[in-house]
């Protein structure tokens, strides 16, 4: 397809777009914004342009986001669609990669790890911390992701290896290279990576003890977070520690009606099951338990809104934002991720 055959949206009317739909995503989860963010992929037409270097980091970028939002809905057959649109235009084109490129590695990576393929998961880590002088928060992004693939992997030394390397590049402050997409690798985020590996390894005291200091840290931070507290809770429950579970699980319930990520309410589902299956979990602990279940089958039933639940058409593209507003929307701090 030649640029005369893109359709005729500007790199400041996708960049509003996208950021129209970051904030649908944190105000309202992915549960809600998927529908829209695939209405407002279908706007902008089947390949990237190949030209204008501004337009294809616009279609890339929301591409992206878009592939974040369905996989964060566990559509993923869509999701890894989008990755690899994206992929296309981000690797593509004359000027070599984009900026965005190993963001969207790095949620490939990640996707792949949470659908049971480690060993996929690691072969992405590794192929981007191959590429020499790696701005240092990017690597710690992937020696993250080549952690907790090693973790699933059982082999639990190159795990330990690769998180205390990025515990080591997040010590110092972001220097002028690290992208801004980066932000939200921080020393939290990094503690609950570290107890979801160690509980991948059969650790749980470490893992609990990791996983509460990612819920309970101080500062603040995405909202998709309440994830590391339902795994929290289940970590615990598969221990037995009633006393700390209890905590954890009753926190849980209060959350579901504002938790729009599907990955976080399907947490909250595996750790209300393993209280429910569980012969010596307490009996409040149990009705809490089915509390939180059925809470859970409500919000998943809730209906998803239309592309003008965005606020405008999401097709209509070329009114999202007034001409000049070249910003791009993946790189602020938005809440999300990952």
Same mark, same amino acid.
């Given at each position: 397809?030649?640029?005369?055959?893109?359709?005729?949206?500007?790199?400041?009317?996708?960049?509003?777009?996208?950021?129209?739909?970051?904030?649908?995503?944190?105000?309202?989860?992915?549960?809600?914004?998927?529908?829209?963010?695939?209405?407002?992929?279908?706007?902008?037409?089947?390949?990237?342009?190949?030209?204008?270097?501004?337009?294809?980091?616009?279609?890339?970028?929301?591409?992206?986001?878009?592939?974040?939002?369905?996989?964060?809905?566990? +559509?993923?057959?869509?999701?890894?669609? !989008?990755?690899? =649109? &994206?992929?296309?235009? $981000? *690797? #593509? %084109? @004359?000027?070599?990669?984009?900026?965005?490129?190993?963001?969207?590695?790095?949620?490939?990576?990640?996707?792949?790890?949470?659908?049971?393929?480690?060993?996929?998961?690691?072969?992405?880590?590794?192929?981007?911390?191959?590429?020499?002088?790696?701005?240092?928060?990017?690597?710690?992004?992937?020696?993250?992701?080549?952690?907790?693939?090693?973790?699933?992997?059982?082999?639990?030394?190159?795990?330990?290896?690769?998180?205390?390397?990025?515990?080591?590049?997040?010590?110092?402050?972001?220097?002028?290279?690290?992208?801004?997409?980066?932000?939200?690798?921080?020393?939290?985020?990094?503690?609950?990576?570290?107890?979801?590996?160690?509980?991948?390894?059969? +650790?749980?005291?470490?893992?609990?003890? !990791?996983?509460? =200091? &990612?819920?309970?840290? $101080? *500062? #603040? %931070? @995405?909202?998709?977070?309440?994830?590391?507290?339902?795994?929290?809770?289940?970590?615990?429950?598969?221990?037995?520690?009633?006393?700390?579970?209890?905590?954890?699980?009753?926190?849980?319930?209060?959350?579901?009606?504002?938790?729009?990520?599907?990955?976080?309410?399907?947490?909250?589902?595996?750790?209300?099951?393993?209280?429910?299956?569980?012969?010596?979990?307490?009996?409040?602990?149990?009705?809490?338990?089915?509390?939180?279940?059925?809470?859970?089958?409500?919000?998943?039933?809730?209906?998803?809104?239309?592309?003008?639940?965005?606020?405008?058409?999401?097709?209509?593209?070329?009114?999202?934002?007034?001409?000049?507003?070249?910003?791009?929307?993946? +790189?602020?701090?938005?809440?999300?991720?990952?």
């Amino acid at each position: 397809m030649s640029d005369r055959d893109v359709p005729d949206w500007s790199a400041a009317e996708a960049a509003a777009l996208t950021r129209r739909l970051i904030d649908l995503d944190v105000a309202e989860g992915a549960l809600r914004s998927a529908g829209p963010a695939l209405d407002a992929v279908r706007g902008l037409g089947p390949r990237p342009p190949s030209r204008d270097r501004a337009r294809r980091a616009a279609y890339a970028e929301l591409l992206q986001v878009a592939a974040w939002i369905t996989f964060d809905a566990e +559509r993923h057959h869509t999701s890894q669609r !989008l990755h690899l =649109r &994206a992929l296309e235009a $981000a *690797g #593509g %084109g @004359p000027d070599g990669p984009l900026p965005v490129e190993p963001l969207i590695l790095a949620v490939l990576s990640m996707q792949e790890e949470h659908l049971g393929r480690p060993d996929r998961s690691l072969r992405i880590a590794s192929a981007v911390l191959a590429r020499p002088d790696l701005p240092g928060r990017v690597a710690a992004v992937f020696h993250v992701r080549a952690g907790r693939a090693f973790a699933r992997l059982g082999r639990g030394p190159e795990a330990t290896r690769s998180l205390r390397t990025a515990s080591d590049l997040l010590a110092d402050p972001p220097g002028r290279r690290d992208p801004a997409w980066a932000w939200w690798m921080d020393g939290r985020e990094l503690d609950g990576h570290r107890g979801l590996a160690a509980a991948a390894l059969g +650790r749980r005291d470490r893992a609990a003890e !990791l996983l509460h =200091r &990612a819920v309970h840290g $101080a *500062g #603040g %931070g @995405p909202a998709y977070r309440v994830l590391f507290a339902a795994e929290l809770a289940r970590v615990l429950a598969e221990a037995a520690d009633w006393r700390e579970a209890d905590h954890a699980l009753a926190a849980l319930p209060d959350t579901v009606a504002t938790v729009g990520s599907v990955r976080a309410l399907r947490a909250m589902a595996r750790a209300a099951r393993v209280v429910r299956q569980s012969p010596s979990a307490p009996r409040r602990h149990r009705t809490t338990a089915r509390d939180l279940t059925a809470l859970l089958h409500a919000a998943r039933t809730a209906p998803e809104p239309t592309a003008e639940a965005a606020g405008r058409p999401a097709r209509d593209i070329r009114r999202a934002a007034p001409a000049g507003n070249r910003s791009s929307g993946v +790189r602020r701090g938005d809440g999300r991720r990952r």
